[in-house]
Protein backbone atom coordinates (compact mmCIF):
# COMPACT_ATOMS: atom_id res chain seq x y z
CA UNK A 1 0.00 0.00 0.00
CA UNK A 2 1.02 3.59 -1.25
CA UNK A 3 1.83 6.27 1.69
CA UNK A 4 -0.82 8.86 -0.06
CA UNK A 5 -3.29 5.12 0.22
CA UNK A 6 -2.59 4.48 3.72
CA UNK A 7 -2.89 8.17 5.10
CA UNK A 8 -6.38 8.10 3.05
CA UNK A 9 -7.39 5.46 4.86
CA UNK A 10 -6.75 6.72 8.29
CA UNK A 11 -8.07 9.77 7.84
CA UNK A 12 -11.39 8.68 6.39
CA UNK A 13 -12.81 7.44 9.61
CA UNK A 14 -12.06 10.52 11.14
CA UNK A 15 -14.31 12.91 8.43
CA UNK A 16 -16.87 10.08 9.13
CA UNK A 17 -16.96 11.12 12.68
CA UNK A 18 -17.02 14.80 12.04
CA UNK A 19 -19.70 14.49 9.59
CA UNK A 20 -21.99 12.38 12.64
CA UNK A 21 -20.94 15.03 15.05
CA UNK A 22 -21.77 17.92 13.24
CA UNK A 23 -25.09 16.34 12.60
CA UNK A 24 -26.44 15.56 15.62
CA UNK A 25 -24.88 17.81 17.57
CA UNK A 26 -27.44 20.93 16.75
CA UNK A 27 -30.01 19.79 18.69
CA UNK A 28 -28.60 18.96 21.66
CA UNK A 29 -26.08 22.44 21.59
CA UNK A 30 -29.40 24.36 21.06
CA UNK A 31 -31.33 22.86 23.99
CA UNK A 32 -28.04 23.65 26.57
CA UNK A 33 -27.99 27.52 25.42
CA UNK A 34 -31.80 27.68 25.76
CA UNK A 35 -32.30 30.65 28.78
CA UNK A 36 -35.65 30.15 30.34
CA UNK A 37 -36.40 32.98 32.79
CA UNK A 38 -36.89 31.47 36.46
CA UNK A 39 -40.19 32.51 36.91
CA UNK A 40 -41.17 30.13 33.20
CA UNK A 41 -39.48 27.37 34.97
CA UNK A 42 -41.69 27.88 37.73
CA UNK A 43 -44.83 27.98 36.02
CA UNK A 44 -43.87 24.94 33.63
CA UNK A 45 -43.66 22.85 37.14
CA UNK A 46 -46.65 24.05 38.20
CA UNK A 47 -48.34 22.89 34.85
CA UNK A 48 -48.19 19.35 36.17
CA UNK A 49 -50.66 20.73 39.01
CA UNK A 50 -53.12 22.18 36.41
CA UNK A 51 -52.68 25.62 38.04
CA UNK A 52 -50.68 26.76 34.91
CA UNK A 53 -51.10 28.37 31.63
CA UNK A 54 -51.25 25.00 28.22
CA UNK A 55 -47.75 24.22 27.50
CA UNK A 56 -48.12 26.10 23.93
CA UNK A 57 -48.61 29.24 26.33
CA UNK A 58 -45.52 28.21 28.25
CA UNK A 59 -43.27 27.47 25.03
CA UNK A 60 -44.34 31.40 23.51
CA UNK A 61 -43.48 32.94 26.72
CA UNK A 62 -40.25 31.42 26.71
CA UNK A 63 -39.09 32.52 23.10
CA UNK A 64 -39.60 35.56 24.47
CA UNK A 65 -36.70 35.78 26.92
CA UNK A 66 -34.07 36.49 24.68
CA UNK A 67 -35.02 39.34 23.21
CA UNK A 68 -32.45 42.18 22.99
CA UNK A 69 -32.70 45.24 24.87
CA UNK A 70 -34.49 48.31 23.55
CA UNK A 71 -35.30 45.70 20.10
CA UNK A 72 -38.84 45.86 18.89
CA UNK A 73 -39.86 42.24 19.05
CA UNK A 74 -41.74 41.75 16.04
CA UNK A 75 -39.06 42.99 12.99
CA UNK A 76 -36.11 43.57 15.51
CA UNK A 77 -35.69 47.37 14.99
CA UNK A 78 -34.80 49.39 17.88
CA UNK A 79 -37.74 51.64 19.76
CA UNK A 80 -37.14 55.11 19.40
CA UNK A 81 -39.40 54.98 22.82
CA UNK A 82 -41.20 53.09 25.41
CA UNK A 83 -44.55 54.24 23.65
CA UNK A 84 -43.59 52.71 20.34
CA UNK A 85 -42.00 49.35 21.97
CA UNK A 86 -45.67 49.07 23.81
CA UNK A 87 -46.99 49.95 20.00
CA UNK A 88 -45.02 46.81 18.72
CA UNK A 89 -46.11 44.18 21.14
CA UNK A 90 -48.59 41.49 20.38
CA UNK A 91 -52.09 42.53 21.56
CA UNK A 92 -53.68 39.41 20.69
CA UNK A 93 -51.01 37.12 21.86
CA UNK A 94 -52.38 35.09 25.25
CA UNK A 95 -50.71 35.40 28.57
CA UNK A 96 -49.23 32.72 30.68
CA UNK A 97 -50.32 32.64 34.49
CA UNK A 98 -47.90 34.17 35.90
CA UNK A 99 -47.52 36.76 33.01
CA UNK A 100 -50.92 37.55 34.15
CA UNK A 101 -50.40 38.11 37.66
CA UNK A 102 -47.66 40.65 36.42
CA UNK A 103 -49.47 42.88 34.04
CA UNK A 104 -52.60 42.41 36.46
CA UNK A 105 -50.14 44.22 39.33
CA UNK A 106 -49.32 46.76 37.00
CA UNK A 107 -53.02 47.57 35.77
CA UNK A 108 -54.07 47.91 39.81
CA UNK A 109 -51.24 49.69 40.91
CA UNK A 110 -50.34 52.26 37.93
CA UNK A 111 -52.65 52.32 35.23
CA UNK A 112 -53.34 55.78 35.45
CA UNK A 113 -49.58 56.42 35.26
CA UNK A 114 -47.53 56.84 32.62
CA UNK A 115 -45.62 54.30 30.54
CA UNK A 116 -42.41 54.70 32.26
CA UNK A 117 -44.32 54.76 36.21
CA UNK A 118 -46.48 51.03 34.71
CA UNK A 119 -42.79 49.45 34.08
CA UNK A 120 -41.19 50.82 37.11
CA UNK A 121 -43.77 48.76 39.15
CA UNK A 122 -43.15 45.71 37.12
CA UNK A 123 -40.13 46.05 37.28
CA UNK A 124 -39.98 45.72 40.98
CA UNK A 125 -42.00 42.38 40.83
CA UNK A 126 -39.68 41.19 38.12
CA UNK A 127 -36.40 42.10 40.94
CA UNK A 128 -38.24 41.03 43.80
CA UNK A 129 -38.88 37.40 42.15
CA UNK A 130 -35.53 37.05 41.04
CA UNK A 131 -33.91 38.40 44.17
CA UNK A 132 -33.93 35.30 46.64
CA UNK A 133 -35.55 37.14 49.26
CA UNK A 134 -39.20 36.74 48.01
CA UNK A 135 -41.31 34.14 46.50
CA UNK A 136 -39.21 33.10 42.75
CA UNK A 137 -42.53 33.82 40.61
CA UNK A 138 -44.84 36.73 39.90
CA UNK A 139 -47.69 34.97 40.86
CA UNK A 140 -46.08 34.63 44.46
CA UNK A 141 -44.63 37.96 45.04
CA UNK A 142 -48.36 39.98 43.82
CA UNK A 143 -50.22 37.55 46.36
CA UNK A 144 -47.96 37.26 49.04
CA UNK A 145 -50.02 38.81 52.18
CA UNK A 146 -49.31 42.21 53.16
CA UNK A 147 -47.97 43.69 50.39
CA UNK A 148 -50.47 44.57 47.46
CA UNK A 149 -54.13 46.41 48.27
CA UNK A 150 -55.91 45.18 45.93
CA UNK A 151 -54.82 41.40 46.31
CA UNK A 152 -57.77 39.76 48.63
CA UNK A 153 -57.55 36.73 50.06
CA UNK A 154 -54.60 35.71 48.13
CA UNK A 155 -56.70 36.67 45.02
CA UNK A 156 -56.13 38.86 42.53
CA UNK A 157 -59.51 40.78 40.87
CA UNK A 158 -60.38 40.11 37.64
CA UNK A 159 -58.91 42.98 35.12
CA UNK A 160 -60.99 44.24 32.48
CA UNK A 161 -59.65 42.12 29.54
CA UNK A 162 -61.44 44.64 26.79
CA UNK A 163 -59.88 47.52 28.43
CA UNK A 164 -56.77 50.03 26.76
CA UNK A 165 -55.67 49.84 30.16
CA UNK A 166 -55.21 46.18 30.45
CA UNK A 167 -53.51 46.42 27.05
CA UNK A 168 -51.06 48.67 27.94
CA UNK A 169 -50.68 46.54 31.23
CA UNK A 170 -50.26 43.28 29.23
CA UNK A 171 -47.62 45.15 26.66
CA UNK A 172 -45.25 46.76 29.81
CA UNK A 173 -45.65 43.14 31.42
CA UNK A 174 -43.80 41.50 28.51
CA UNK A 175 -41.36 44.26 28.55
CA UNK A 176 -40.43 44.41 31.89
CA UNK A 177 -40.43 40.03 31.77
CA UNK A 178 -38.11 40.62 29.04
CA UNK A 179 -36.04 43.47 29.69
CA UNK A 180 -36.28 45.32 26.99
CA UNK A 181 -36.11 48.89 28.48
CA UNK A 182 -34.26 50.60 31.41
CA UNK A 183 -36.10 51.78 33.21
CA UNK A 184 -35.24 54.25 36.34
CA UNK A 185 -36.56 51.79 38.90
CA UNK A 186 -34.55 48.77 37.52
CA UNK A 187 -33.03 47.71 41.05
CA UNK A 188 -36.05 48.52 42.90
CA UNK A 189 -37.24 45.90 45.59
CA UNK A 190 -39.74 48.30 46.76
CA UNK A 191 -41.93 51.11 46.47
CA UNK A 192 -44.69 53.61 48.37
CA UNK A 193 -47.30 55.42 46.67
CA UNK A 194 -45.75 59.34 47.70
CA UNK A 195 -49.00 60.65 49.27
CA UNK A 196 -47.58 57.82 52.27
CA UNK A 197 -44.61 57.59 54.42
CA UNK A 198 -44.07 54.42 55.69
CA UNK A 199 -41.83 53.88 58.50
CA UNK A 200 -39.37 51.52 56.77
CA UNK A 201 -38.77 54.23 53.58
CA UNK A 202 -35.79 55.87 55.57
CA UNK A 203 -34.11 52.50 55.85
CA UNK A 204 -33.94 52.19 52.32
CA UNK A 205 -31.99 53.70 50.04
CA UNK A 206 -33.92 55.88 47.65
CA UNK A 207 -33.67 54.94 43.71
CA UNK A 208 -36.48 56.90 41.90
CA UNK A 209 -39.38 59.13 42.03
CA UNK A 210 -42.08 58.69 39.00
CA UNK A 211 -45.18 59.87 38.71
CA UNK A 212 -47.09 59.32 42.15
CA UNK A 213 -44.64 56.68 43.63
CA UNK A 214 -41.23 56.58 45.23
CA UNK A 215 -38.93 53.59 44.34
CA UNK A 216 -35.82 52.09 46.84
CA UNK A 217 -33.56 49.35 46.73
Known sequence: ??????????????????FALA????????????????AIADTVSAQSSGT??????????????????HQNPVDQAPAANL??????????????RD??????????????ETLEGQLAVGQVIVNRAGSGKFPQDYCGVVTQPGQFSFVSGGSIP??????????RASAIARIAHQELWDSKADNALYFHASRVRPVWASRKPLLARIDSHVFYR
Open 158 to 167: QARRDSPAWQ
Open 1 to 18: MSFLTSRAAAIAPAALFL
Open 83 to 96: RELVATMPADAVLS
Open 52 to 69: AAPADQIRFEATEVAQPL
Open 99 to 112: LTCLASAIYYEARG
Open 23 to 38: STGGSGAIAQDQVIHP
